[in-house]
């Protein structure tokens, strides 16, 4: 019973703000087909791509929710 005394409304949208945050930042990655570009001194900078858009979806339903429940408390 103490974590329920623990866990308030503005508790709870921190923790689903941090969650829905990982969500969003796992959903890239790199490259599937290996495409890069080149800078001044010839060194390879991988490009990133949006890998899981449900991932980044839900994550980014949960980080609403979080702030909705920071406004409302």
Known sequence: MEILRWLTQIKIGLLLNIAGTIMIALSFGKNL?????????ERKIYLASFLHPRLFYVGLILVIIGFILQLIS
């Open 33 to 41: 087909e290996n495409a890069h570009q080149s800078d001044r001194k």
